[in-house]
């Protein structure tokens, strides 16, 4: 079975520019989380995706950020305009269903997207 | 106040050797409580899942988790050079939000 696949492994661009990064889950996990590992700091919850539906975005840092998973599959992580502080490491996971809020799923991580705003 | 506080290491200890590596909390909200091992250029594997207070074993690993001090542990027995990384502990409540709040992790180095 494929893991959680991301791409690009790394990509660096200019203060300003566009970044999309994408990852495809385990295929028929329904859940996908987006986190974001900054240099020194711990790795920090982004958004969770239930299908194609947003069902926890606080963490996204504003609205430079857009997450899309159409059709409940592959999702696409955008920053527009990238800035410097959003340098760090982008990592996916994939949980099969969430059954209920008393139990939890394993969330399985890819290896990440290592972005660099220069 | 960090929600998780972990030291960050590095961590060296030759092969053999019982490892301890542990978190404090501050959220009394966490009931699932994980330890994460991460390898370099690689995403976190869980490694280890405990449900609120209590121990858990899976080999050489121990998970241990007290409540009421807000403080989880995770043993590793006869340390092999294979472990060596980067171990993170991480929690979430027990709300319909599945999102989970890591510590910075433990840089763990077992010598030959």
């Known amino acids: 079975e494929a893991g959680v696949t991301q791409f690009p492994s790394h990509s660096v661009i200019e203060k300003g520019q566009t970044v999309t990064l994408r990852c495809d889950p385990i295929?028929?996990?329904?859940?996908l989380y987006w986190y974001r590992r900054v240099m020194g700091k711990e790795i920090k919850f982004l958004l969770h995706?239930?299908?194609?539906?947003?069902?926890?975005e606080s963490g996204m840092p504003n609205n430079r950020f857009l997450a899309e998973r159409t059709g409940g599959t592959y999702s696409t992580l955008k920053v527009q305009p990238a800035e410097l502080e959003d340098s760090g490491v982008y990592f996916c996971?994939?949980?099969?269903?969430?059954?209920?809020?008393?139990?939890?799923?394993?969330?399985?991580f890819g290896p990440g997207t290592r972005l660099t705003v220069l | 106040q960090k929600e998780v506080e972990q030291d960050p290491g590095p961590l060296s200890v030759p092969e053999g050797a019982i490892v301890s590596l542990n978190c404090t909390y501050s959220?009394?909200?966490?009931?699932?409580f994980m330890w994460y091992r991460q390898y370099s250029r690689k995403g976190p594997e869980l490694l280890m899942y405990?449900?609120?207070?209590g121990n858990k074993e899976d080999g050489r690993f121990t998970a241990q988790v007290d409540k009421s001090s807000k403080y989880i542990s995770l043993f590793i027995r006869d340390s092999q050079p294979s472990d060596s990384a980067t171990y993170l502990c991480?929690?979430?409540?027990?709300?319909?939000?599945?999102?989970?709040?890591f510590g910075i992790g433990t840089k763990l180095q077992v010598i030959p």
């Open positions: 995706f239930v299908k194609e539906s947003k069902q926890d």
């Open positions: 959220n009394s909200a966490f009931q699932y």
């Open positions: 991480a929690m979430r409540d027990s709300g319909g939000y599945q999102k989970v709040t």
């Open positions: 996971a994939s949980s099969v269903r969430t059954v209920s809020s008393s139990s939890t799923d394993t969330q399985y």
């Open positions: 295929s028929g996990h329904d859940n």
């Open positions: 405990t449900y609120s207070s």
